[in-house]
């Protein structure tokens, strides 16, 4: 992805693409489960990490929940017009002979992309992790800022 940014090639639409190929491996991921014992997949926490997208003028700003995750365990890739956030988290073994009663806490990788509406500026896009959420700041593109039109 970057390759393609940084020599000026186009997308062509890859990000709805690997959106596709993600939705695509879930449905694989969930038939699979149905017929390696269990009669429905397995229940699961849904779409992680959860996030919320908002912008104003000059940037959009994405804020992800990934509680237990470190920064090392994170790759974070941005495109002209989205991002990829993947990862893996880590949940220590609480030991040979434990007995489960609830188990809604899991571990293993996880990737999300999240497309966006309009160019961004990769080359400033600022992430920061605290407390377990990831906070980027995703400048948009010159081009598609609003510019104040003076009247004559």
């Known amino acids: 992805m970057f390759y393609r ?25 969930d038939l699979y489960g ?12 849904g779409v992680f990490p959860l996030s919320n997208v908002t912008e104003d003028n000059d940037n959009y700003y994405v804020r992800a929940e990934l509680p ?19 990862g ?21 990788k996880f990737s999300r992309l999240i497309n966006l509406p309009d160019d961004i500026d990769v080359d400033k896009v600022d992430a920061k992790l605290e407390n377990g959420i990831l906070t980027m700041t995703i400048p948009k593109a010159e081009k598609t800022k609003p510019r104040q039109i003076a009247v004559k």
């Open 5 to 29: 940014r940084l020599f000026n090639v186009p997308t062509w639409g890859l990000n709805r693409t690997f959106y596709d190929f993600d939705r695509l491996r879930r449905e694989v991921d």
């Open 88 to 108: 893996e988290r880590k949940i220590p073994v609480e030991g040979n002979n434990v007995k489960y009663h609830r188990r809604e806490r899991e571990a293993g």
């Open 34 to 45: 149905a017929f390696s014992g269990g009669a429905l997949p397995m229940p699961s926490a």
């Open 68 to 86: 237990g995750v470190k920064s090392e365990d994170l790759e974070i890739q941005v495109t002209a017009k989205g991002l990829s956030i993947a």
